[in-house]
């Protein structure tokens, strides 16, 4: 089945840890976007990507990196730069930027 | 600044109500609304996507209207089940580069039975 898979679902990390989220799509999608979640706010773009070896910073991309060697694959580092980063990530995908945006199942992660 | 305003922040409806979500928004130049739908620790799914010249647009249950001159839109659920218990967001893009979206911070809908 074509969609979005993202992992771990759950992660835990130390602080001072730097972390990966994977994200992954066969949809044959060009654009690629990472969210950001927190409880009663609107979701916060962190980066997004139109094309392969190419991404552009979103709202809230300070403490945070991305790739894209592979037009499949998207993965997030949360660095230990980022202040805050307990929190849900969604990657999700497009045809276009004006296309209809198609989620992952989000990973949660908690800094302890 | 673009902004979207939903409302209510949540609402408790028994089943087979009907319910009617609100969102406002200020994005600028316009390009598209959508509706989403997302469970407790989902990812969020498309229910609706409408542009400049549409004033509804049905999936299933689900009836969304936009009034591009006053900036505002609705969600409209009919006969509610138990499974419509989810987060319903609206978001707006602009035709900007990018056609950067403006998230709303949604509206958590509970259907008991």
């Known amino acids: 089945d074509g969609g979005i898979t993202q992992s771990p679902k759950y992660l835990f990390r130390k602080e001072g840890q730097n972390v990966t989220l994977s994200c992954e799509q066969n949809?044959?999608?060009?654009?690629m976007y990472w969210y950001r979640q927190d409880p009663g706010q609107g979701l916060r773009l962190i980066y997004y990507?139109?094309?392969?070896?190419?991404?552009q910073k979103g709202d809230i991309a300070e403490g945070y990196s991305v790739s894209r060697e592979k037009k499949e694959s998207f993965p997030l580092t949360v660095t230990s730069a980022q202040k805050n980063p307990t929190a849900f990530y969604l990657c999700?995908?497009?045809?276009?930027?004006?296309?209809?945006?198609?989620f992952g199942e989000g990973s949660r992660l908690t800094v302890l | 600044k673009n902004q979207v305003e939903q409302s209510p922040q949540s609402l408790i409806i028994l089943e087979g109500k009907n319910c009617t979500l609100q969102?406002?928004?200020?994005?600028?130049?316009?390009?598209?609304l959508r509706w989403y739908k997302q469970d407790t620790g989902r990812g969020p799914v498309s229910l609706t996507i409408?542009?400049?010249?549409?004033n509804t647009k049905s999936n299933g249950r689900y009836t969304a209207t936009l009034d591009a001159d006053t900036k505002q839109s609705s969600l409209h659920i009919t006969a509610s089940q138990l499974s419509d218990s989810a987060s319903y967001i609206c978001?707006?893009?602009?035709?900007?580069?990018?056609?950067?979206?403006?998230f709303g911070g949604g509206t958590r809908v509970l259907v008991k039975p």
């Open positions: 969102c406002n928004y200020t994005v600028s130049p316009f390009s598209n």
């Open positions: 978001v707006v893009s602009a035709r900007a580069a990018g056609n950067k979206l403006t």
């Open positions: 409408m542009t400049f010249s549409e």
């Open positions: 990507s139109q094309i392969v070896n190419d991404f």
């Open positions: 949809l044959n999608h060009d654009a």
């Open positions: 999700a995908s497009s045809w276009g930027v004006e296309g209809e945006l198609f």
